[in-house]
């Protein structure tokens, strides 16, 4: 199985609103990722999750705040973003972080009012 | 940095013709490719990987793609194209194993299958 799910599927919210997207995968992996991908355009890396550990942020606006509970679990939460941040968000799993294949999940599409 | 490189944005074919969906890629060390497809309003999923093993990679779906370090290509081709694969398609790369944990992607490639 190889599936990584996430919830909720679509997601609208205004200006300050405080809300949380949520990632989980049952297959032992021990890296987790979230992406924004923006309409025809490839995703872009936000966070990489290693062992339950934040080891990669690529320099995003505090207003994202990500967090790995356990190992499955991986959550997003969001607070005062803004228009230009609706986007759809994927969530992806690896085996380990180095080099390996990772798994996406259908993504949550968030639309910022 | 590694990066990959996807001429162009869109490809048409005709239901039954060959697919050929071109990526090239930039390392200094052999790296890992993927081909990720994304239908719309979904996530990506895995359409096949390179890792050193073989060249010619087979994947799901009847595609498949080959690696040659030569020309620092690893293209992607279907012998007949099926109206179902009417999709983004998208080439990444990520680094040799305990290297880079970031896969980069390339801009995507829309295919369209006409009947």
């Known amino acids: 199985d190889t599936e990584v799910t996430q919830t909720p599927k679509h997601l609208v919210m205004g200006m300050t609103n405080k809300k949380s997207l949520k990632c989980e995968q049952h297959?032992?992996?021990?890296?987790m990722y979230w992406y924004k991908q923006k309409a025809k355009k490839p995703p872009e890396l936000m966070f990489v999750?290693?062992?339950?550990?934040?080891?990669i942020n690529e320099s995003v606006p505090s207003r994202f705040s990500p967090e790995c509970p356990n190992s499955s679990l991986l959550n997003l939460h969001l607070h005062a973003l803004q228009p230009e941040d609706s986007a759809l968000y994927l969530c992806?799993?690896?085996?380990?972080?180095?080099?390996?294949?990772?798994?996406f999940g259908p993504g949550t599409r968030l639309t910022v009012t | 940095a590694q990066s990959v490189t996807q001429l162009g944005s869109h490809v048409s074919v005709s239901e039954g013709a060959l697919v050929l969906l071109r990526c090239n890629y930039s390392?200094?060390?052999?790296?890992?490719l993927f081909w990720y497809v994304q239908y719309p309003n979904q996530g990506l999923q895995l359409l096949l990987k390179?890792?050193?093993?073989?060249?010619l990679v087979k994947g799901i779906n009847g595609f498949e793609a080959e690696f040659k370090k030569s020309e620092t290509s690893f293209h992607l081709t279907k012998p007949s194209a099926h109206m179902s694969d009417a999709a983004e398609y998208f080439c990444?790369?990520?680094?040799?194993?305990?290297?880079?944990?970031?896969?980069?992607f390339g801009k995507g490639m829309k295919l369209t299958v006409n009947p």
């Open positions: 390179y890792t050193s093993a073989a060249t």
């Open positions: 990444a790369v990520t680094g040799p194993q305990g290297g880079s944990e970031k896969l980069v």
């Open positions: 999750y290693s062992y339950e550990k934040l080891s």
């Open positions: 297959m032992g992996h021990r890296a």
């Open positions: 390392s200094s060390v052999p790296p890992y």
């Open positions: 992806a799993s690896s085996l380990t972080s180095g080099g390996r294949e990772q798994y």
